[in-house]
């Protein structure tokens, strides 16, 4: 049940959607005897809109996300083993294509684990991500990151691939029961730097002590900074990424699956 509202509610009201209706609702009202209200909607819908696209907003939001948790150092210790949450792959139009299709923004969380297990051969790998489609799929993210992996090159018998989870509370639960970790072992969690404090206090809740190991930035990491963006959708996208982060860190928090608002290293 919580998976299939938390999916209603961000079809509805994520911001482009909610500016986009909001707009839409206003031009709708302006024919009829409600025309000041529709004015003040389309008003309020496109200055939204303007918003997200032509201003810092979208750093605003992401870049303390995107910061809280720093990459581990170069020379760090070889982990155990590396945790790679799904979010990469389009799983709806890699079947209809026949061929894993990357979310380009989102990429980096299947290259940078062949770059890792290059650098530590002996690291476990467990991928997991099933279907985030509200009426499921038969063709799941592991199935298409089996592929990806597989047509690189990138073969071992030390990687493991989930395919139930349908959010990041079930990548913890899942990924925890196939790792079954030991005391002392180092895990590197692979994921979006965004969304790594949510996954990082979910990972906590689990029993599943990870390092966080984020790719995927979408800012530079200094909010006061502002250049007027090149592509206003990518910008858009952030603001998008930003505040479904922020609103799942609250929701997360008092449905009881973190233990804490905002985790910190």
Request: aromatic share 12%; hydrophobic share 45%.
């Amino acid at each position: 049940m919580f998976f299939i509202v938390s999916k209603i509610f961000e079809s509805l009201f994520a911001p482009l959607q909610f500016a986009l209706l909001l707009s839409t609702l206003g031009v709708l009202l302006l024919f009829t005897r409600y025309a000041r209200y529709g004015r003040t909607c389309a008003a309020v819908g496109v200055f939204t809109l303007m918003k997200m696209a032509f201003s810092p907003l979208g750093a605003f939001l992401a870049a303390p996300l995107e910061n809280r948790f720093p990459a581990p150092p170069e020379d760090m210790p070889a982990p155990d083993g590396i945790i790679v949450l799904g979010g990469a792959i389009d799983e709806m139009l890699s079947e209809r294509r026949g061929r894993p299709i990357l979310i380009d923004s989102a990429a980096e969380r299947l290259t940078a684990p062949l770059a890792l297990k290059q650098k530590f051969p002996q690291a476990r790998i467990i991928f997991t991500g099933g279907s985030a489609a509200l009426n499921g799929s038969r063709y799941t993210e592991a199935d298409g990151v089996r592929r990806f992996w597989r047509d690189l090159g990138f073969v071992s018998n030390n990687i493991l691939f989930e395919e139930r989870a349908r959010n990041t509370f079930e990548n913890a639960v899942y990924a925890r029961d196939l790792a079954q970790p030991k005391a002392g072992e180092r895990w590197l969690l692979v994921t979006s730097a965004m969304h790594m404090p949510r996954s990082i206090g979910m990972f906590r809740k689990a029993g599943f002590p990870v390092i966080a190991y984020p790719v995927d930035f979408r800012t530079d990491g200094d909010p006061s900074f502002f250049s007027a963006p090149r592509f206003p959708t990518r910008a858009i996208g952030v603001v998008q990424f930003a505040v479904h982060e922020w609103l799942g860190l609250a929701v997360y928090r008092l449905t009881g699956k973190t233990s804490a608002l905002y985790p910190a290293p």
